[in-house]
């Protein structure tokens, strides 16, 4: 028997899914990669201003750690949904 010729499947139907837009689920919304991806870059950007700024020697310490931390979060932001 062909399994595209019986109409019923045992799949559930997309619709079901597709009834609320990304906009009514909070977590879904909170959770974008776009906005998350941006923060993670400005945090690397940061540390990398810490690194090269010959002022304060407290930022050029915790320079390699604000880099670490932005693309840890990187790397775990890019898994998230668009």
């Known amino acids: 028997m062909n399994p595209r010729a019986n109409p019923v499947s045992s799949e559930p139907s997309r619709a079901a899914a597709d009834e609320f837009p990304l906009a009514h689920v909070p977590a879904r919304r909170l959770f974008r990669r776009g906005p998350w991806e941006n923060a993670a870059t400005a945090i690397i950007a940061i540390g990398v201003f810490?690194?090269?700024?010959?002022?304060?020697?407290?930022?050029?310490?915790?320079?390699?750690?604000t880099i670490l931390t932005g693309t840890i979060l990187f790397v775990i932001v890019s898994h998230f949904r668009e």
């Open 50 to 65: 810490m690194l090269m700024q010959p002022f304060a020697l407290s930022l050029f310490t915790y320079s390699f750690v």
